[in-house]
C-alpha cells in the first residue's frame, strides 16, 4: 500500500484524465464557462468531486478566477489559458494546472514552464528544502530568458486542506521547510516575460471563497448558508455561483460576502501580473512514498 492514502492516487488519476481532456478542448471561440462545465462534468463522471472552483486565467490574468455564471467570455486566438482544476475523494486533494496557446508568440515561454515543472520534480525528494526547488524552477525560467512569479507558490495539501502548511517556492528562498516522506504537495511553477514585473497584485473581483471557522452569527439565513457549505465542502474553497439555483446569484454573492465580514468565510481575490504580462502555469501534485517520488496527476 505505501504511505499514500488511496484516495490521494484515485483523485489523482481522475485529474490525469481530465487534464487530457481540458488541453484538447480549449480552443478560440470557446467560452470560459464550456471549459468549467466540462471539468465538473468529467470529474464526476468518474466518481470524483471539484476540490476547488476551476480557476481559468487568461493572459495577465494569473490565479483565483472562476468565471461568475452569465460571463459571456470566449478564449481568442491571441490567448494564454490556464486552467488549474483540483478534484477530491473523501477530502483527499490532488491539484493540477494545465496552460494551452494558439499563438506561437508564447510556445517558448508554454515550453519553459514544463521544463521548470520537470527540473523542480527532478529536486524533489525526502529532506529536501523546499527553496533548493524553488532554485531550480528559477534556473531552468533564467535559461529560457523568462522571470518566475515571485509570490506565487506550490504547496502541500492535506485533507480538506489544498493549501496546507508548508510552501515551494518559483526561486530560491533560504531556510525553508524541508519535504518528508508521505507529504502530498503540488508544485506550480508560473512564469512570465523576462521584462516583466514577476509578480501579481490582486485585481478587481473575488469569485472563490472558503469558510474559516464555525460560529453562528443568529442571522438564520447567513448561519444556513455556512452549514450548507460546511456540510459540502468543509475548508474546501467554493464558488457562491454553485449554490445561486436555489439562493439566486446576486444573493448568494451577498451571504458569501457576509461571511468575509463576519471572518467566518475568506475570499480569494483574483491575481493578476503587475505588470500586464501574460502567465504561463503548469502543476502536478506528487508524493514522497516508501520509494521516492510518486507523480499523482
Not at 33 to 46: T, Y
Not at 86 to 113: C, F, K, M, Q, R
Not at 221 to 239: G, I, Q
Not at 252 to 266: C, G, H, M, N, T
Request: with cysteine.
Amino acid at each position: 500500500m505505501g504511505l499514500i492514502p488511496e484516495g490521494y492516487r484515485k483523485s489523482g488519476k481522475i485529474t490525469s484524465e481530465v487534464k487530457s481532456v481540458v488541453k484538447s478542448a480549449v480552443k478560440p471561440g470557446v467560452a470560459y464557462l464550456e471549459i468549467c462545465d466540462l471539468v465538473k462534468r468529467e470529474v464526476e463522471s468518474r466518481g470524483g468531486r471539484l476540490a476547488f472552483p476551476t480557476g481559468i486565467g487568461v493572459n495577465e490574468v494569473t490565479a483565483h478566477y472562476a468565471p461568475p455564471n452569465g460571463v459571456d467570455s470566449v478564449f481568442r486566438e491571441g490567448d494564454l489559458v490556464k486552467v488549474d482544476f483540483g478534484v477530491h475523494i473523501d477530502g483527499y486533494v490532488t491539484d493540477t494546472s494545465v496552460s494551452v496557446t494558439y499563438n506561437p508568440d508564447y510556445n517558448l515561454l508554454l515550453e519553459a514552464t514544463e521544463r521548470s515543472l520537470d527540473a523542480a520534480m527532478a529536486a524533489a525528494r525526502k529532506d529536501q528544502r523546499t527553496g533548493e526547488i524553488g532554485r531550480e524552477i528559477h534556473r531552468e525560467a533564467a535559461r529560457f530568458g523568462f522571470k518566475t512569479i515571485e509570490n506565487l507558490t506550490g504547496h502541500t495539501v492535506d485533507r480538506y486542506i489544498v493549501h496546507a502548511g508548508k510552501s515551494i517556492p518559483n526561486l530560491y528562498m533560504p531556510g525553508m521547510q524541508t519535504l518528508k516522506k508521505g507529504e502530498v504537495f503540488a508544485i506550480e511553477p508560473f512564469l512570465t516575460f523576462g521584462t516583466a514585473a514577476g509578480y501579481v497584485i490582486d485585481g478587481s473581483s473575488r469569485t472563490i471563497f472558503s469558510i474559516v471557522a464555525r460560529k453562528k452569527t443568529g442571522a438564520q439565513e447567513l448561519d444556513s448558508f455556512a452549514d450548507m457549505v460546511w456540510n459540502e465542502r468543509k475548508t474546501l474553497p467554493f464558488t457562491p455561483q454553485w449554490y445561486a439555483a436555489d439562493l439566486g446569484a446576486k444573493r448568494a454573492v451577498e451571504l458569501a460576502d457576509r461571511l468575509v465580514a463576519r471572518k467566518i468565510a475568506r475570499a480569494y481575490p483574483t491575481l493578476v501580473e503587475a505588470s500586464g504580462n501574460p502567465v504561463a502555469q503548469f502543476e502536478h501534485t506528487m508524493a514522497l512514498d516508501e520509494g521516492g517520488l510518486v507523480v499523482l496527476t
